[in-house]
């Protein structure tokens, strides 16, 4: 069942969304220099059209989003700089073969000794990074899902773009199990240009712009759906909705608040 959020946190009504367009499109002119930069480094290796991705393509934007969760982002790009030389094929490989990689949750935390880790790759891996067994396990779940979503299609994540965000996400969370949030999903999908991730910056800039109306940065679930839901009105009314144009939207978002076009 779609999921509902109450009606005053998210403003998504057509004149307020094209109220909120106006704004946004003569904001984003006076990005700097440097952000305008920024925006374009990524848009020119992402987002990876989940309607035509191959597995392999996919995990490139896959794997790495666990390591973001509840961490700061300097933290997780150097966790994925360490991990970067073991992913390459890992979603064939993680959690399919014991002789090589397999951690099994056998206790309720978080701590190392709530997971049995086997096979000679993920011991390698476990001597040479200093990535949480955890974050390990969140990553093993992401590649099981994959092979089973490639071992149906040559194309294993088109559904990303076909199905409505409020059934996939709870959909994703609920298949990619322990160590996947809602946001961090989100995360994921805005790689492929299906979603906005509603971070800090993203939120400050929609409570400007009139569609966030609270003063909380930080948005349940079914908020998170609605700001989705509100991204996308303002994606189609200033052009094609397409995953590039949707990436692209997300990121002027989240560019207006860091480099403080918006003020905190």
Known sequence: MPMT???TTVVSDDANIARACERFLALRQRLPQVAVAEIEEVLATLPIDPRTATANQAWR???DKPLFANTKVATGW???NELMPFMEDAWKVWGADPQRFLITRTGRGRDAGSF???GSEALRIRAATRTSAHRLYAIQNAATLLRGLAAQSDTPVMRFWTEPLDTLVPDLVNNLGWGWGAITVLHMLTDFGV???PDIWVMRTLRHLGIWSTSRDQPTIEEALSVNRAIR???LQTGELTPTRIRRVDIELMS??????IPA
């Open 256 to 261: 207006l608040s860091r480099h403080g076009v």
């Open 116 to 118: 049995d880790i086997v």
């Open 78 to 80: 150097r966790w994925i």
């Open 5 to 7: 959020v109450a009606p």
């Open 195 to 197: 979603a906005a991730k």
């Open 233 to 235: 009105k303002m994606v």
């Open 61 to 63: 934007v896959i794997w």
